[in-house]
């Protein structure tokens, strides 16, 4: 499900105010195999898609919210520095407002066509995360299929209520990664949201027709 | 030495098994190095050397990853890939360094986090992401340097910091090019190809502002002559951490929040934002 439909599923009708939405990604590492990035970009906007992540205002159930909503058809949801800069600058701008935060992630990680300034994003946002908590404003997470590596290792898993999706596939490495580096027989279910709420990763499992209402009870219990 | 070589001879040489590791750099920094073991919550994880010691004749923190050298050491030290339990080590002694207002030395020296079942059982994800995020609170210097291999996450986790450095002939990558090629080839057999794509070496690193120095090994590389890699790592880790020592906490604070927040302006990201938007700015 792409950034669109969320924001449709979520937020109350016409209130979406997205922001940033100018700031565009750069092949800044000259990328060029086994696909030039620039080609990768332009295919992405062909398609009308306008980055991994995008960020705005908007009203849930009468309430204001600050979201951050991934878009997995964007290079996998890679976290970028555009992504990044937009997380970055929600997180602030709800520290500062004392607005909500939204994050609802789908994600392979961050992006490997922008090197190792993608992996500098973790801090980026993680910063900004922190200063979100110490402003005392509410941060929720959603996480869905999938959120893996670079997001799951920065803000995904940091929000005061974490709420993943049935069945969502959810960790830091890859099963098929795992496999391959430790030849291990992985059970039934491993990584699945049900069980990362075993393993104490997310506060709940909620599905995608009770989400809404479920964040309009949290924006209230948490004002 | 760096400009004779391939990417993927520093690659080779970042993992050369006679490369001096955390315990051969601490051993001649700090000789009276007392390890402090354990995250005071399950276990203790051998891939990240950590303790207290005299730095120049003062208290400072030390903690870095220990790759191991014989198969029984590797084995014992994961090739110095960290569990859960190594972060929260790490962030244990972090808040330990600040109750005592002692400098934090971190040497980086990982493929990456360790990418095992029990990891993630055991929130290896959150354990990374709680480390990032809470280094950016520890009120006292910390300085960072790669000292090998600088993988991912897991690298990341140890390396939030005012200074970051890289001895000359380290890596830091996104992910260890073997990743990579697997992510974006579907096959690590390119690993050479992505190495050079990904722009890991010191030389890329500081040219794109990620690292404020880079470290000259020896000729030869810090394999050939420890002492002397060790004295020209002392050197630089001192004059990172010396200025530090003088700054206002919350300045320091500050000033770290803002290197990780504008840490894309080097390169021209900067430019392609227009300019920088204060938190301030956005709440009105």
Redesign the interface.
Known sequence: MGADAWLALLADPGSWQERWS???P?D??D????KPYEDMIEAAREEGLNEAVRTGLARIGERPAWLGVFDFRFVGGTLS?VA??RL??GL??A???GVPYLLVTAS?G???????????????V??????LHVSRTPFFSVLTDPTF??V???????ADVNIAEPGAA????GAR??K???Y?D?PKG??SAEFQLT???VDMVVPRTELRRRLIHLLELYR | MTDTLSVWQLVEMARHQDRPYFGDYVSRLVPDFVELHGDRLSADDPALVAGIGTWHGRTAVFMGNQKGRTLSERLHRNWGMMHPEGYRKAIRLAHQAAKFGFPIVCLVDTPG?Y???G????????A???A???W??IPVPVVACIIGEGG??GA??LA?ADRVLMMENSI????SPE??A????RD?ARKV??AE????TSR??LA?G?VEEVIPEPSGGAHTDYDAAARALDEALLRAVQPLLEEDTQLLLER??ER??Y??SL???AE???PK?S??A??E
């Open positions: 100018d700031i565009r750069h800044l590492l990328w060029k195999r086994p520095i990044g800069e970055a600058r602030e701008a520290a500062a407002s392979g961050a992006r490997m066509q922008e090197g190792v300034l993608a992996l500098m994003q973790l801090a980026k993680n910063g900004a995360v922190g200063r590596g670079g799951s290792a920065s803000l995904a898993l940091m959810i960790g830091f490495t990664v795992i391959q580096a430790t291990a992985l491993f990584q393993h104490g990763q | 986090a990418p095992g079942a990891a993630e059982e055991r929130g290896i994800a959150a990374i992401a709680g990032i995020m809470e950016f609170t991912s996450g990341l986790g939030v830091y990558s996104v992910a990743a990579a697997s992510i974006v080839w690590n190809e992505a794509q990904l722009q890991i890329d690193l794109m990620v770290r929040y990780y927040r840490i894309d390169i021209g990201a392609h934002f227009g938007v938190a301030k956005l709440a």
